[in-house]
């Protein structure tokens, strides 16, 4: 806990090429697919994201444990033994998860929360599926620190959004001290206090789960600022290693990710270079380290995920990254709509967004839809979104994602009565006008008060671009033109992004609040924006 309240293919030393770094390797690589030896990847389309394996996690032997959620299973690696059929271990039926985690050697999903898993053996007693196990609210300090990690939280309370909008934010409070619960290999639970002293400093005070004394300071400095840190682990030989993100308030290319890796005795000696590019599938945990000391990172694009081993170079004197970021082709722009932009107070937008997240409404027989529902053309998922799947006459939160749609927040109750459908993600198929929900661009044009559906694309044509993105305040957004939009709610105690985004994949199909990294979304694209209707 926090104190912020088809086909594998392994190579050990296989070089990789351009845009990965050069001495980076692939150690495993997945084609997309349900297969065997495939992992399940949905393909963009415009205005939805694509969506790929959501983690990478490693065991204390070393065996990696790769998050296939599109294809209900986790593929299980030992990488000692690169040419070995991979074990397939099929998730519990109906589990919609969002994260993997190896903790004290066993293994957690997050879905709304921690979910406990172990292995049970299947009635043939060869192959062996995950169960999830009772008591994962009980889960302990250290459990939800690793997850908390990667944005993996329960999101904060709604009255301090309200809240903070009066206030100045033109650049965030400072840093309040982040007490981290890291159980790691070397050195067993250790609590890492995280500060930063100015920007372009931070330090790591590391002392034992059992005792009072700090033993060892990791210091870090850098040429730009410094937004989370995190100590991911210590291996065998006493060398910690912590994610490090850099976002200068007005250079974004230089924005970067990092793992920087410390002797035994405190000193930096190894920097590992993230490889987040625009053309990125997002995973929420896309970097482990290995018992001994290895750098994985799962690199996921529309036709393959790989596993790299990251080689690493010389830290310098100061933090930097190796090479700028690649500025995104957002392709051809949307033109510019003429809609009436009326001004908006944030308190205003935020409000109604809030509106979309918490609306409590009976999914009626209508509503619902036939069971099991019509499938989606060239996806192998069924039209209704899955937090809806077996809901019929129940109460569920949230206004659901729907392809193309912007369905007015004070309509949906009343198409709902009428007898319409609710929800769509079959994102590869037309759009249709008799069903009720948003898309992501249809809810963040329906939260700033806009009567049109205005696109992705169509998003720059009224807004203004911010050059720092730390500038961003309550009802902001950050927007990748052709692709996804996020509305931007807060930074939270350690300097992640709060959102609040219709997906239909990161939110199982509905309007909800998402913690995010804010380098790495910027490194994939995402362009902090303010809408002109705005009130400052």
């Excluded at 935020?350 to 009976?362: H, K, P, Y």
């Excluded at 995010?516 to 910027?522: C, K, N, V, W």
Aim: charged fraction near 25%; hydrophobic fraction near 35%; include cysteine.
């Amino acid at each position: 806990m926090r104190s912020f309240g088809s086909h594998i293919l392994f190579a050990a030393a296989l070089a990789v090429a351009s845009p990965v770094f050069a001495k980076d390797t692939t150690i495993i690589e997945l084609r997309g697919g349900d297969g065997a030896r495939s992992v399940g990847i949905i393909s963009s389309n415009e205005e939805a994201e694509a969506s790929g394996p959501a983690a990478i996690t490693v065991g204390d032997d070393g065996t990696i444990y790769i998050l296939d959620q599109n294809n209900g299973r986790v593929l299980a690696v030992d990488a000692e033994r690169s040419q070995a059929e991979p074990e397939i271990l099929p998730l519990p039926e109906n589990a919609t998860p969002e994260d993997l985690a190896v903790v004290h050697n066993e293994l957690y999903l997050w879905s709304d929360g921690v979910v406990p898993l172990e292995r049970s053996t299947d009635a043939d007693g060869r192959s062996q599926t995950l169960r999830a196990v009772d008591g994962g609210g009980d889960a302990d300090d250290y459990t939800r620190s690793v997850f908390a990690s990667m944005g993996s939280v329960s999101p904060g309370p709604l009255n301090s959004i309200i809240d903070e909008i009066g206030r100045s934010t033109s650049r965030p409070e400072a840093r309040p001290p982040i007490i981290q619960y890291v159980p790691s290999r070397g050195l067993g639970d250790i609590v890492a206090e995280v500060s930063a002293a100015a920007n372009d400093k931070a330090e790591i005070l590391l002392r034992r789960s059992s005792s009072e004394e700090n033993f060892l300071s990791l210091q870090l400095a850098s040429e730009g600022r410094i937004g989370t840190v995190e100590l991911l682990d210590i291996d065998t030989t006493g060398r910690p290693y912590a994610l490090v993100e850099l976002v200068p308030a007005d250079r974004p290319e230089r924005t970067g990710m990092l793992v920087v890796r410390f002797t035994p005795n405190g000193a930096m000696d190894r920097v590992y270079d993230l490889p987040i590019e625009p053309g990125t599938v997002f995973s929420r945990r896309f970097v482990a380290i290995g018992p001994r000391g290895d750098v994985l990172y799962l690199r996921s694009q529309e036709s393959r995920a790989q596993v790299l081993r990251l080689d690493g170079r010389e830290p310098g004197r100061k933090l930097a990254v190796a090479r700028p970021t690649k500025q995104p082709n957002a392709g051809k722009p949307g033109k510019t709509p003429k809609v009436a932009i009326v001004p908006k107070s944030r308190s205003d937008v935020i409000e109604r967004a809030i509106g979309f997240e918490t609306l409590n409404w009976r999914v009626t027989p209508t509503a619902y839809g036939r069971d099991p529902g019509p499938g989606c053309v060239n996806m192998n998922r069924l039209r209704r979104p899955i937090y809806l799947i077996g809901k019929r006459g129940q109460t569920v939160k949230g206004v659901p994602y729907c392809w193309g749609c912007k369905t007015p927040l004070e309509n949906f109750i009343g198409g709902v009565e009428k007898g319409q459908t609710a929800g769509n993600v079959c994102t590869k198929s037309a759009p249709q006008s008799n069903i009720l929900g948003v898309d992501c661009s249809g809810f963040v044009s329906d939260a700033w008060g806009l009567k049109m559906h205005v696109t992705t694309r169509a998003i720059p044509g009224i807004t203004k671009r911010l050059s720092d993105p730390w500038s961003m305040r309550p009802g902001d957004a950050l927007n990748k033109p052709g692709s996804h939009v996020l509305l931007f709610m807060r930074f939270t105690a350690d300097k992640k992004v709060e959102v609040m985004e219709a997906s239909p994949n990161a939110c199982k199909g509905r309007v909800c609040r998402n913690t995010y990294s804010l380098g790495s979304l910027l490194m994939r694209g995402y362009q902090p924006v303010r809408f002109k209707g705005l009130d400052g």
